[in-house]
Antibody
């Protein structure tokens, strides 16, 4: 099956770190650009970061630039989000999403999400 | 940053009727090289991740029922759901992916009347 599966979420104290992973299967991961998007409880969608298929282009939202780092390992069909300096407002469900560079960056495949809770 | 403003915030439509959701971008999201507006629409059912239904403002994603359609006029974008079904109850988001940071509208909740 074509799918994305996020992992690595959990409870972390303010100021702490987490590394999220997104495992891709059923498609040629190295052909796609990828993004992270989050959704705070009861709120809307917030795009966080983008990485092109061979990691040559990376973008971040202002809210996470300097604290979060997106990366990928095409040999392992995996996408990552290293999150440092976590704040209460980073509490959210984190989704990874796939896009096709020839189409732009609409996200045609999403994972089920992983919940990150930042609390003391 | 490009701001995407959706209206209304919520609407209730009778089964079989039409739902219309609007989205306005704060500036052009037209990619001149291919004459496409870089706007997508997503459906998010309760407890589910978002699902892409429209990209390039009016191109329906594969497998999406043809009762979903998108249109554009300058910086105004519309998602129309014709013949509303019970399974269409969801929150709908527009998104621009013309320039970073990609931005979403605040969402429109569609309910059955």
């Amino acid at each position: 099956d074509v799918q994305l599966v996020e992992s690595g979420g959990g409870l972390v104290q303010p100021g702490g770190s987490l590394r999220l992973s997104c495992a891709a299967s059923g498609f040629t991961f190295s052909s796609n650009s990828m993004s992270w998007v989050r959704q705070a409880p009861g709120k809307g969608l917030e795009w966080l970061a983008y990485i092109s298929s061979i990691s040559t282009t990376i973008y971040y939202a202002d809210s996470v630039r300097g604290r979060f780092t997106i990366s990928r390992d095409n040999a392992k069909n995996s996408l990552y989000l290293q999150m440092n300096g976590l704040r209460d407002e980073d509490t959210a469900v984190y989704y990874c999403g796939r896009s096709w560079e020839v189409r732009g960056s609409d996200l045609d495949l999403w994972g089920q999400g992983t919940l990150v809770t930042v609390s003391s | 940053d490009i701001v995407m403003t959706q209206s209304p915030d919520s609407l209730a439509v009778s089964p079989g009727e039409r739902a219309t959701i609007n989205c306005k971008s704060s500036r052009s999201v037209l990619y001149h090289s291919n004459n496409k507006n870089y706007v997508a629409w997503y459906q998010q059912r309760p407890g589910q991740p978002p699902k892409l239904i429209i990209y390039w403002a009016s191109t329906r994603e594969s497998g999406v029922p043809d009762r979903f359609s998108g249109s554009d006029s300058g910086t105004d974008f519309t998602l129309t759901i014709s013949n509303l079904q019970a399974e269409d109850v969801a929150v709908y988001y527009c998104q621009q992916y013309y320039s970073s940071p990609w931005t979403f509208g605040q969402g429109t909740k569609v309910e059955i009347k």
